[in-house]
């Protein structure tokens, strides 16, 4: 515990599943929380774990935020900053994963993955950048998936999403070198969560496992950028 203590996070899509648990290892090592999801009475039931889980010893606050909307992910970086000070980690974590294929012709479901999975990202890295540009520090995590790595035939539209995650994670590490920003693109197979599908071949991941790795990566020394981060069931 502390490796973090004095620094502020904001956790996207953080009131289940990898959100919540990401929010959790990073409270655990003393980091103060900011949690965003369209959910209030879930976010809440997160915060008051995570008080519980710390004996009260980070701040953590609940902002209800929808990420397919700029104003309010930029009013969420406004109340992080006014409550917390200056945001060391921004994780893009919230996402969609609805009926992916082409065939299916169900726009609606496409646009709400485009609108959360890569206009959510973006808006997210846009809010928070200019602070951490004006300090020379901040690290900015992306969940993206192993969807973004392969395509499968269920999956067109979400890989598509995944895949505008790894290119916006690898030309932002690219523009922000030397600029003290790191950039960190973590990959998830098959995590047990209310999102994952049911049927599977292989064990799945717990969503401790992909919040560990985001601990790695937010823990390494300054002048070490962990840019690429993929975890898969064995
Ligand atoms: N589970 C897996 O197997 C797996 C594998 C690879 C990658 N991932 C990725 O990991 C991330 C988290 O997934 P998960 O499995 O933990 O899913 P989850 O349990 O369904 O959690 C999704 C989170 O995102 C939030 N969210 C959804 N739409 C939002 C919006 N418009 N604005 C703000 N928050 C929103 C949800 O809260 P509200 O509904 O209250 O807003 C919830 O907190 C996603 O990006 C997903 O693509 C998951």
């Known amino acids: 515990m502390n490796k973090l203590q004095?620094?502020?996070?904001?956790?996207?899509?953080?009131s289940t599943g990898i959100g919540a648990a990401i929010a959790k290892e990073l409270a655990r090592e003393g980091?103060?929380?900011?949690?965003?999801?369209?959910?209030?009475?879930?976010?809440?039931?997160v915060k008051n774990e995570i008080i519980e889980q710390t004996n009260g010893k980070v701040k953590v606050i609940a902002v209800q935020t929808d990420m397919s909307v700029q104003t309010d992910v930029n009013k969420l970086v406004e109340k992080?900053?006014?409550?917390?000070?200056?945001?060391?980690?921004?994780?893009?974590?919230?996402?969609?994963?609805?009926?992916?294929?082409i065939r299916s012709g169900r726009v609606e479901d496409w646009e709400q993955m485009i609108d959360v999975n890569i206009k959510g990202v973006l808006y997210g890295i846009h809010a928070v950048l200019p602070s951490?540009?004006?300090?020379?520090?901040?690290?900015?995590i992306n969940i993206?998936?192993?969807?973004?790595?392969?395509?499968?035939?269920?999956?067109?539209?979400?890989?598509?999403t995944k895949y505008a995650v790894r290119a916006i994670s690898?030309?932002?590490?690219?523009?922000?070198?030397?600029?003290?920003?790191?950039?960190?693109?973590?990959?998830?197979?098959?995590?047990?969560?209310?999102?994952s599908s049911t049927h599977t071949d292989r064990?799945?991941?717990?969503?401790?496992?992909?919040?560990?790795?985001?601990?790695y990566a937010v823990t390494q020394p300054d002048y070490v950028n962990v840019n690429e981060i993929t975890v898969r069931p064995v």
């Open 170 to 195: 690898t030309g932002l590490e690219k523009e922000l070198a030397r600029r003290g920003v790191r950039v960190t693109n973590v990959s998830p197979g098959m995590v047990d969560t209310r999102l």
């Open 80 to 101: 992080a900053q006014a409550d917390l000070g200056v945001v060391d980690f921004f994780v893009n974590n919230a996402g969609q994963m609805r009926t992916a294929t």
């Open 203 to 215: 064990k799945k991941l717990e969503a401790t496992d992909i919040a560990k790795a985001v601990v």
């Open 132 to 140: 951490m540009l004006d300090r020379s520090t901040g690290h900015i």
């Open 6 to 14: 004095g620094k502020t996070a904001i956790v996207t899509g953080a």
């Open 144 to 160: 993206a998936s192993v969807s973004g790595l392969e395509v499968t035939k269920t999956s067109t539209v979400y890989s598509a």
């Open 31 to 45: 980091a103060n929380i900011v949690l965003a999801a369209r959910g209030l009475e879930k976010l809440d039931e």
